[in-house]
Each structure stands twice: as structure tokens, then as C-alpha cells.
């Protein structure tokens, strides 16, 4: 069983627009975390890159379903540049 330090509307959250994350203050000072593309999955867990704290995200997927393919469609179509 998973423990939540909180439930957490997606309303709440800010978006960064440079590293395209939606983003909320966590109580270690950093800040929970989640993409576009993670919420176009049926993902529901923001979590912090500095401690083990973890939310939940209630939000409505169908708002977000569409920005799942294209994170897809991006990652097919990329290509590596060799210098």
C-alpha cells in the first residue's frame, strides 16, 4: 500500500514552462513534480527529486490524454545528431 503525504488538485500545481513540468511546494523545500505527459498516461503520483515524499494528483485525464501521444510521437520521430 502506497501512503500519500497528500492529495493534491492539479488546479494547485504551477507549470514550468522551462522544464515542462506542472510543480507544488514540497515541506523539504524542493518542489513535487509531474508532466503533461505522465497525466496523458493515467498517471496520478507527483513526487520530489530531493526526499521520499509523494502526492496524489486529482485531476480529470481526459483534459490531458492527448499530450501522451505526442510525447510519443516526438520520441519516434527524434533523431541523434553525431558530431
Known sequence: MVSFYDELEIEDFAWDDVKQVFHYPCPCGD?????????????????????????RVIYDMMDYE???????????????EVL
Open 31 to 55: 518542489r513535487f513534480e509531474i508532466t503533461r505527459s505522465q497525466l496523458g498516461k493515467g498517471e496520478d503520483i507527483a513526487t520530489c527529486p530531493s526526499c521520499s515524499l509523494i502526492v
Open 66 to 80: 492527448d499530450d501522451a501521444s505526442e510525447e510519443e510521437e516526438v520520441e519516434e520521430g527524434s533523431t541523434i
